[in-house]
């Protein structure tokens, strides 16, 4: 008995240990090792990736690590980087999108649009990701196939212009951090709503940029809070730092208990600033929709959280 209790102490102490993971900081810019994921011409923000090392002496890479080059992209609703771009959800086939498969029987369709980039996993496997990375925001729509319960797990990322300090040269300040937003509307083959980003999904993030006074940031087990911290510009940011957490392997797994999590934050169209985006605005029928209207969802800080996990699942 008595080794039972050491045992179930000692396991709690490490699910506790994993749980309560501390931020890794990392210090003024990155390294650019990719000067853009996709060239999209002068009127596009390059979709730089770069590297950094964090006071833990680990590699970072950022805005992210993603499987941009690898996985299928989700297919067109409005994209100005030489792919589709219909004026309404009217003018979709369906036919035309290729359907993928998450491993079942159950047709469904997931509309899509994200500030700046999306990878989309459904029960665990990776289906397609945003085919524009940065700018010009575009919107995606993605058909698979599978069987319920649904576990819908994305990887949201704001990308930065200032490689490891999450922000871009405009607003008159070379360091302004920019600011994220996802949303989405998933429905069944009849067209009936099955799923909408709001309150209910969880949202956890895993990068914070640009930091000016570390202190600010609140850890704490899976709390991390930004909200008290700085957002606004800057024309020097050689001392500010990123606040880094390692991923769990297994986050987009059904298995994955994210009931820690904290709840995803919703935010308003016009404080993502979409009204003036045709990427949004000419689907407002699938994303606003009357009875479904979808909110746009993130963690807790829209400007300063830079990588973000969001999880839900349908029954």
């Not at 009217?90 to 369709?109: I, K, N």
């Not at 996993?121 to 945003?130: K, T």
């Not at 994220?180 to 990068?207: E, P």
């Amino acid at each position: 008995m008595i080794a039972r209790i050491i045992a179930l102490i000692v396991l709690c102490a490490s699910v506790s240990d994993l749980y309560a993971q501390e931020a890794a900081f990392t210090t003024g810019l990155a390294r650019e090792v990719n000067p853009g994921l996709i060239d999209c011409g002068p009127k596009s923000q390059p979709s730089a990736v770069g590297e950094i090392r964090s006071n833990e002496n680990a590699i970072r890479t950022v805005p992210a690590a993603t499987n941009f080059d690898s996985a299928p992209k989700a297919s067109d609703l409005f994209n100005e980087c030489g792919g589709t771009q219909l004026s309404s959800i009217s003018q979709l086939d369906l036919q035309s999108v290729a359907l993928l498969d998450a491993g079942g029987r159950e047709e469904f369709v997931m509309y899509l649009f994200a500030d700046n980039y999306f990878e989309l996993y459904v029960n665990g496997e990776l289906l397609a990701v945003d085919p524009v990375p940065y700018t010009p925001l575009n919107s995606s729509v993605v058909r698979f196939k599978a069987d319920r319960p649904l576990t819908i797990a994305v990887l949201a990322v704001d990308w930065e212009q200032n490689l490891g300090l999450g922000s871009e040269n405009s607003g008159g300040m070379t360091f302004n951090p920019g600011h994220g937003g996802f949303v989405a509307h998933l429905q069944d083959s009849s067209k009936n709503t099955v799923a909408i980003t709001d309150r209910k999904w969880r949202a956890q993030t895993f990068y914070t940029s640009p930091l000016k006074n570390r202190n600010c940031l609140v850890s704490s087990r899976q709390i991390r809070r930004s909200t008290p911290c700085d957002t606004r510009g800057a024309n020097y940011a050689a001392s500010f730092s990123g606040a880094h957490w390692d991923l769990p392997g297994d986050w987009m797994m059904p298995s994955f208990d994210d009931s820690i999590w904290p709840s995803a934050s919703t935010y308003s169209n016009k404080k993502v600033g979409v009204s003036n985006k045709r990427a949004f605005t000419n689907f407002k029928a699938v994303f606003d929709t009357e009875g479904a209207d979808a909110d746009f969802i993130w963690s807790s800080n829209l400007v300063l959280d830079n990588m973000v996990v969001l999880r839900t699942t349908v029954e």
